[in-house]
């Protein structure tokens, strides 16, 4: 075997699955694992490790996959991660564990997210749970919001022996991971309302239909409810726009909306009666994961799809592999193409996107050249739907219903590295705090606000 490039996962056929939204990557099986674990050099000094915001111990459960013991690998995962087979199928393991394996420098890396999605997807076939209820230790912890943030807060809290209660606003817990991403990358029923399961099996109660700061404040939870510290994991769905004229046309939508109507509310399937538009021609604006899943959905149900991006495919922030995936299903993408106004009739519907052709600049502040607009080359793309992806901000809710809790000026909250926000008792992590960003950041972050909680009540 050469042990230089990957062993290839298999997936559905790209004609056959944008047509579905069944899961587009079918995983390793048990042969395959083995041949992709025996890549492993097993190194002394591990980068991958360090390079994992949730340090798992990769050589350590590669090691066990290779020795075929799948219950000591499935414990070591479980050791630094609840969320094992959502990790290992959304996380950008090319910019972290994957993007400093030894194995990379002069070949491929080695598949570790997938290799980590296989000891997951065993556990949950297999009902094997490391699960053990903790001893009480008579605190009692509030969590706002159930995304991964708020997910991985619990679990530490819970493992610990806290009594720990989740509140969230929507009627589903999960945050974006039940929202945001599709059934066709992120399976709904059979992990992520699994891996949930599995921190409620921890003791971790969670009361969906709660908006913090509306049916209950901050302050309540303290003084009426008896919570000894709260942790805010609030995310950031707060979608932004573009600003340019029609934008209130009949026809443009967030990317947040759309994919709320469709996973949260399943749209896309016929068994339910959620109302959701697509048209026959959708621009997606934008070039991250967000856009991409935007565009792929829209595919899904029947529209040609072409997504507009103001940079090149180069800065794009999306995951290659989702690129890749969208042009493999027929999503049309314009680089160095940005949207000036949305176009309508008379009934006030979109007709189309007015655009301007961009050229890359010097460098901005995030490091990326800058596009530029070359005067007088603005074209119409005809589209019924346009759906727009520009990244989303805070609600600032929570942070202006509790006094002394201080907010940044993208309505986040401000907390330092440790979780801690600047009202004692209370703690911040994942998106409400850094910006849209990623799972397994948000975990990282829920985990350390964990450790300072602790610490804070002394146990
Ligand atoms: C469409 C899409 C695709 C993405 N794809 C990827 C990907 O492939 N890989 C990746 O790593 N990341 C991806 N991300 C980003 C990633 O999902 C987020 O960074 C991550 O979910 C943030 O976790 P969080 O727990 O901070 O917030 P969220 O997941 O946003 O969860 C916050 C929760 O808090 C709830 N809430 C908000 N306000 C209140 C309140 N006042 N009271 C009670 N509850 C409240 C919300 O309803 C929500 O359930 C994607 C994001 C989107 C939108
Ligand atoms: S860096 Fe790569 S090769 Fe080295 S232990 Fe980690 S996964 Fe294995």
């Known amino acids: 075997m050469d042990k230089k490039t990957r062993i290839p996962v298999r997936g559905q056929d790209p004609v056959v699955r944008r047509g579905n939204f069944e899961e587009v990557s079918y995983g390793y099986n048990a042969e395959e694992a083995v041949l992709e674990a ?30 075929g ?20 199928r959304v996380c950008p393991q090319e910019s972290q ?13 080695i598949s570790i997210g997938k290799l980590e999605r296989y000891v997951a997807d065993w556990a949950r076939e297999n009902n094997y749970s490391t ?14 919001g159930s995304g991964p943030a708020g997910l991985a807060c619990a679990t530490d809290l819970a493992k610990a022996g806290c009594s720990v209660t989740i509140f969230e606003s929507l009627h589903k817990p999960g945050g974006v991971l039940v929202y945001g991403i ?86 896309y399937s016929p068994d339910f009666d959620t109302p959701i538009y697509v048209g026959r021609r959708v621009v997606v604006v934008g070039g991250g994961n967000v856009a991409m899943d935007a565009a792929r ?31 493999e299903e027929g999503v049309i993408f314009r680089m160095l193409t940005n949207p000036v106004a949305v176009l309508g009739d008379e009934k006030g519907w979109v007709t189309g996107l007015r655009c301007i052709r961009m050229e890359l600049g010097e460098p901005d502040e995030s490091g990326r050249r800058r596009p530029v607009e070359i005067p007088g ?18 609600n600032p809710l929570i942070a202006r219903t509790t006094p002394g809790l201080n907010m940044n000026r993208h309505n986040g909250i401000v907390a330092d590295e440790r979780g801690i926000t600047s009202r004692p008792g209370v703690f911040a992590g994942g998106d409400v705090v850094t ?18 909680i602790l610490e804070y009540l002394g146990v």
């Not at 603005?378 to 989303?392: K, N, P, R, W, Y």
Request: charge should be neutral.
């Open 377 to 394: 080359s603005e074209f119409d793309i005809e589209c019924d739907v346009s759906i727009i992806a520009l990244g989303t901000s805070s």
């Open 38 to 67: 025996s890549r492993c050099i097993q190194c002394k000094n591990p980068k991958c490790v360090q390079g994992c915001p949730v340090t798992i111990q990769i050589p350590q459960f590669i090691k066990a996959i290779l020795d």
């Open 435 to 452: 910006g849209a960003a990623t799972v397994i950041l948000a975990m990282g972050a829920g985990r350390q606000a964990a450790r300072s």
């Open 69 to 88: 013991d799948m219950p000591k690998a499935a414990s070591i995962i479980a050791r630094d991660s609840s969320l094992p087979a959502i990790c290992g």
């Open 182 to 267: 599709p059934e066709f990358r992120l399976p709904k029923e059979d992990v992520v309302e699994y891996e949930i399961g599995q921190v409620r099996k921890l003791g971790v109660e969670i009361e969906c239909n709660v908006v913090v700061g509306r049916t209950v404040t901050v302050d309540q939870l303290f003084e009426k409810e008896g919570f000894d510290a709260v942790f805010v994991g609030t995310g950031a769905g707060l979608p932004k726009f573009l600003g340019i004229p029609g934008e209130n046309f009949n026809g443009v939508v967030s990317a947040n909306e759309f994919l709320t109507r469709s996973n949260l509310m399943v749209a």
């Open 297 to 327: 959905t829209a595919l899904r149900m029947g529209a040609e799809v072409t997504v507009v991006y103001r940079r090149t495919e180069k800065e794009m922030p999306a995951r290659i592999e989702e690129v890749h995936h969208a042009r």
């Open 131 to 144: 699960i053990k209820k903790a001893v009480p230790n008579g605190k009692k912890v509030a969590v706002v």
């Open 97 to 109: 564990c994957e993007g400093v394996c030894i194995m990379g420098i002069k070949h491929e890396p």
